[in-house]
């Protein structure tokens, strides 16, 4: 029989193990931090451009020069477009998310955890360039032939098109995290309700969906970092057009966008090439504001329960 390791060993062995795991982490963060950060600013420390000039243009083309002999890159036209198919795809797919979470959970919990749930979770498995084509040949034509019957001549790209396929890609994160949150919410509390004479809707709508709040803005949050982070799919239905959206179904662009299209085509330390570093930096604030968000709801949530 094989002599077993002392339990000493074993300890400092997962010890060191797990501390050289933590370790690899943090140089990771720390390092991707640290060359976007880098690369980032040097579009203001080396190029010399405006900080918030950048942020608050409506101009983008990088090639032209303003009259300020500096390049044009005002960002706020991808600014305004990502935060726009942000938001419109959270509202689309929200009330769709709870709703599947209430029947889930409180109408139907065999069916719906034998079926209905793994059936949902099924999108999240098919890639982002597949929802791409979808919106293309589905969304983008069907709206620019609705559009045709009532007269308006629209391509059909744009910030609606968009929101649609993100509502679609989202779905998948935010009803599996609403469906854990309700099903957290102890049955003691259910019961209370019953026992004062509400109805099941009455108890869901005063009772879970309350007790249940901090949970789902977390879920909430977390398919707004999905959505605000997503390239190819938007970009194959947005239109890619640097410009301020006057409407839903103008061509538009985003953050991710204008990067995956300029970031192979622009030699390295070049100005555009830092315009574009400044996005990504950009881009990494924003989803790292909504992590913060989401730490600060589940902290309020924790504090409130207990």
Known sequence: ???????????????GVTGACIALVALLVVTLVAMVASRGISTFTVNGIDFFGFLTGTEWNPHQMDENSQPTVGALPMITGSFAVTIFSTLLALPIAIGSAIFVVEIAPGFGRRVFQPLIELLTGIPSVVYGLIGLGVIVATTRDVAGMFGYGITGYGIFSGSIVLAVMILPTV????????????????????????????????????????????????????????????????????????????????????????????????????????????????????????????????????
């Open 1 to 15: 029989m094989a002599k077993s390791m002392p339990k000493l060993s074993v300890e400092r062995i997962g010890k």
């Open 175 to 306: 009803t599996s995290l609403s469906i854990d949150a309700l099903a957290a919410v102890p049955n003691e509390y259910r019961e209370g309700s019953y026992a004062l004479g509400c109805t099941r809707w009455q108890t869901v709508w005063n009772v879970v969906l309350r007790s249940a709040l901090p949970s789902l803005m977390t879920a909430v949050i977390l398919g707004m970092t999905r959505a605000f982070g997503e390239a190819l799919a938007v970009q194959m239905v947005i239109g890619n057009a640097a410009q301020m959206p006057t409407s839903l179904f103008t061509p538009a662009a985003t953050l991710t966008s204008v990067l995956t299209m300029g970031m192979g085509n622009e030699a390295m330390g070049t100005v555009y090439n830092n315009v574009l570093w400044s996005l990504a930096l950009l881009l990494m604030v924003m989803s790292l504001i909504f992590i913060l968000i989401i730490h600060l709801i589940a902290h309020k949530g924790a504090k409130h329960r207990g």
